[in-house]
């Protein structure tokens, strides 16, 4: 066999150092998803902070992706470069990822740290995963012949470069939990939460617009939608308009109206008063993992009460209404007293809070009672 032929040592142990990464990744995705399925983890009482392991570790695994993105797309192909990289990041960035996610136990940092870590390691891993196969395919066509190593290797910049950009991005949302903190992540994840209530609100006042605007004629041409043609419409969106005639239903909706804004209200308020001013401990932890719980059920039960409406189910309406002030009322519940157990100006304004939530459900009961009569 004459040299010509024989395979290039330094792309053969590229070969090798990108195959054993990609096995090193799809061992840890194993071991993540064996280990959301278990109960506890005993970590020393000494183990180092998590989020301060996933800042070292992403800013690192971000260095070396652009080490990886600048050896792949200049010339001259240098396999041997490229394969210390790769196994920089498989004996440094990847364990210690692994170990953050271990280390950060739902039983001393909550079930909303602990599932934050594990989804975004998970998704950094994917990302870089995907990066090390793109590695290796270019890695076993570089002895392909002129015309179509030109074409892989144009192939090959693009995607490096996307898949960089992707594998920063993860690299950026690791970093944050300790740039922002649990306190960050939180109140970011509940200011999502009540966007999603509002996104709720202002679909169903438009939806009571529409009633209102209802046999609009246009001046230009006088011309009036045909009773065939909104009964077209209807049929293509899936949802109905509010008819003139039910009473109940513009009753309900009002109520569901204002119990959502009032909702959204209280949201504003325990960002505020109560997640900006989070004091961590074993009993806030569990306090905050059920708090977050609720407050991210309330946007997608607003989700079934506007499906209610549409379908003029009133029943139903005045229901998941009744549902939702339950909710607030847990919400209250959770957050009456501050971290540390005392009243304050929020414990006042929340009595009142409550007492007006009351009111929206007594009104619905009052409204199903009348149309049971």
Known sequence: MSSKDRPDVSTTELISSASSLLQLLERFSQMQNDASSATSTNMPADSPNPMEVLH????????????LSLLVINKPY?????????????NTCVPAMMSAVQICAPQKYGH????EVSYRVRRGLRELKSMTKEILTQAENVDDGPEDSARKEKTAHRNSLTSTGVV?????????????????????????HR???????????????????EGF???EDGLEISDGEDSLERLMTGVQKLPHDREDLKQSLDRALQTLKLSSTLYQAVIKRRLKTFISSSGSLRTLDQLLKVLRGVPHTADELANAFYELDNDSAISIIKTIVGMGMDIIQ????????????YSNWSDRCAKMLKVASDGCRSESATRSS
């Open 56 to 67: 070292t570790a992403a800013r690192l695994l971000k260095a070396h992706t652009t080490k």
């Open 78 to 90: 240098t396999p041997s470069a490229i394969r210390t990289v790769l196994n920089e990041i498989a």
């Open 112 to 115: 909303f740290l602990h599932d």
């Open 168 to 192: 920063w991005e993860a690299c950026d949302s690791l970093m944050q939990f300790k740039d922002i903190g649990i306190v960050g992540l939180v109140v970011e994840r509940v200011e999502q």
């Open 195 to 213: 966007a999603m209530l509002e996104d709720a609100i202002q679909e169903l006042k438009e939806w009571r617009d529409e009633e209102e605007d």
């Open 217 to 219: 004629e246009d001046e």
């Open 334 to 345: 959770s957050t009456r007293l501050d971290w540390t157990g005392q009243e304050d100006q």
